[in-house]
């Protein structure tokens, strides 16, 4: 995937460009509050740098020597970011059954999938429908 791509992807998703930057060439036009790709020259080629800036610091930063992983990182971090946002808008979640939260938060699929494949990954979206742990343990067993 290149940077081009990482763009379009995030558009047919629904992500607003003002929630990232793209080394200046797609997203936002500043990288402030913002999770960010720059590409750069290093020690031994191009790197790509990923990272959130807040307040002029960067923060959370990750380099990778592969724009493919990099442009996934960043993808899966605006995703995820986009889905804790749209289960913190959930009424009543706290009253709901686990199969209701994975429904009402869409993410019962993605779920039923990871439980087979990915259990690290099952356990995350447990967490943020806010499963307690206990809870978590018995189901993705």
Known sequence: MTIS???????ENGISEDQYFLHGLFGSKDDNEKIALTIRKG????EYETYYKEYGEKHSTR????E?????????????????NRIQNIA???????????????????F??????????????????????????????
């Not at 020690?43 to 191009?46: D, H, M």
């Not at 993808?75 to 889905?83: A, P």
Request: proline letters at 1%; hydrophobic letters at 35%.
């Open 5 to 11: 791509d990482l763009h379009a992807k995030l558009k």
């Open 63 to 66: 380099i990778f020597s592969n």
């Open 92 to 110: 009543g979640l706290s009253g709901m059954t686990v199969n209701e939260r994975l429904w009402e938060s869409g993410l019962m699929d993605e």
């Open 68 to 84: 493919t992983e990099a442009c996934e990182y960043i993808f899966k971090k605006l995703i995820d970011q986009q889905t804790l």
């Open 43 to 46: 020690q031994y080629g191009i």
């Open 112 to 141: 039923d999938s990871a439980k087979k494949k990915d259990k690290t990954r099952a356990k995350e979206i447990l967490r943020w429908l806010r499963v307690d742990d206990p809870s978590i343990v018995k189901i993705v067993k």
